[in-house]
T-cell receptor
Framework: GENVEQHPSTLSVQEGDSAVIKCTYS??????FPWYKQELGKRPQLIID?????GEKKDQRIAVTLNKTAKHFSLHITETQPEDSAVYFC??????????FGQGTILTVHP | DGGITQSPKYLFRKEGQNVTLSCEQN?????MYWYRQDPGQGLRLIYY???????QKGDIAEGYSVSREKKESFPLTVTSAQKNPTAFYLC????????????FGPGTRLTVT
């Protein structure tokens, strides 16, 4: 089955800096890679996703890149703000099937 | 809040008792999923169902059971065979449409003592 590894487990940045979180996956059949943000005690919410036919996708301060050959994808957050502080999860799988989640990155943005 | 609900928000049970967690959605989604989340860990898939009256085991199905008799409902039973049932349980659903986003419910925090 799919195995998704996520790094780092914690990330601390100053407000205004960029943050990068990286994930690798094992199953070459995976074609859908979403990123979720989860605030304490709340449900995960999708912030951006990418499909395997695209190498990069951007939405305002958030971008995701995908390297299918190397089987890794990354989340980039620019101009970080304190409200970006949360746990971020990557996931990989097929678009209408199982998703395997990474173990999460605790992002702290210091004002 | 998204059309997918879970109840109750907090649940306390004694060891050895079975307990059923509710998940209901009014989004007309075909597929539904159950995940378990432990502190400092990602989401692990327990069971999923892509159509009524059919479901598949996920990565950690032992000690759990599900049913999918209606499109809107996908209850999860945590049985006494589950060795470490205390966790945060999340239900999700996804549409067959152009977006493959999994919509999550608010979760149920189960504590077994």
């Amino acid at each position: 089955g799919e195995n998704v590894e996520q790094h780092p487990s914690t990330l601390s940045v100053q407000e205004g800096d960029s943050a990068v979180i990286k994930c690798t996956y094992s199953d070459s059949a995976s074609n859908y890679f979403p990123w979720y943000k989860q605030e304490l005690g709340k449900r995960p919410q999708l912030i951006i996703d990418i499909r395997s036919n695209v190498g990069e996708k951007k939405d305002q301060r958030i971008a995701v890149t995908l390297n299918k050959t190397a089987k890794h994808f990354s989340l980039h957050i620019t101009e970080t703000q304190p409200e970006d502080s949360a746990v971020y999860f990557c996931a990989g799988g097929t678009s209408y099937g199982k998703l395997t989640f990474g173990q999460g990155t605790i992002l702290t943005v210091h004002p | 809040d998204g059309g997918i609900t879970q109840s109750p928000k907090y649940l306390f049970r004694k060891e050895g008792q079975n307990v059923t967690l509710s998940c209901e959605q009014n989004l007309n989604h075909d597929a539904m999923y159950w995940y378990r989340q432990d502190p400092g860990q990602g989401l692990r898939l327990i069971y999923y169902s892509q159509i009524v009256n059919d479901f598949q085991k996920g990565d950690i199905a032992e000690g759990y059971s599900v049913s999918r008799e209606k499109k809107e409902s996908f209850p999860l039973t945590v049985t006494s065979a589950q060795k470490n049932p205390t966790a945060f349980y999340l239900c999700a659903s996804v549409d067959r449409g152009p977006s493959y986003e999994q919509y999550f419910g608010p979760g149920t925090r189960l504590t077994v003592t």
